[in-house]
């Protein structure tokens, strides 16, 4: 994925099983990497999980939002889980890398100079 500065590129709350899922996969026996090529900082959008939210079982998804949408996961659970699962911002350098299994996350808008690549 590549997100160029100053564009935008934000991303929705989701799971990446709840699409593994509607595309077939039924059991979670999987999981993401996510490498950073770029500095993944708050200023350029990095990533952002609800810690321990994997432990809630694959949430439904939705199309989201008003003109272009993003298939997201239903947005009352995510706002359930923001009440007890603890936000966190991903902040990487080039070359590491964060695994998750099908945790909450999101990626937030670029309003930097710094492009966001991983």
């Given at each position: 994925?590549?997100?160029?500065?100053?564009?935008?590129?934000?991303?929705?709350?989701?799971?990446?099983?709840?699409?593994?899922?509607?595309?077939?996969?039924?059991?979670?026996?999987?999981?993401?990497?996510?490498?950073?090529?770029?500095?993944?900082?708050?200023?350029?959008?990095?990533?952002?999980?609800?810690?321990?939210?994997?432990?809630?079982?694959?949430?439904?998804?939705?199309?989201?939002?008003?003109?272009?949408?993003?298939?997201?996961?239903?947005?009352?659970?995510?706002?359930?889980?923001?009440?007890?699962?603890r936000?966190?911002?991903?902040?990487?350098?080039?070359?590491?890398?964060?695994?998750?299994d099908?945790?909450?996350?999101?990626?937030?808008?670029?309003?930097?100079?710094?492009?966001?690549?991983?």
């Amino acid at each position: 994925m590549m997100k160029e500065a100053r564009t935008g590129g934000q991303h929705v709350w989701h799971q990446d099983y709840g699409y593994w899922y509607e595309n077939g996969c039924l059991y979670p026996d999987m999981g993401s990497v996510f490498i950073a090529l770029d500095p993944c900082i708050k200023e350029n959008g990095c990533l952002q999980v609800l810690a321990g939210s994997h432990k809630m079982g694959r949430l439904n998804t939705a199309l989201i939002g008003t003109g272009v949408t993003q298939r997201g996961a239903d947005l009352e659970r995510v706002e359930q889980a923001r009440k007890v699962c603890r936000h966190f911002f991903v902040e990487l350098a080039p070359g590491d890398a964060v695994h998750s299994d099908p945790e909450g996350w999101l990626s937030g808008p670029i309003r930097s100079h710094l492009w966001n690549r991983f």
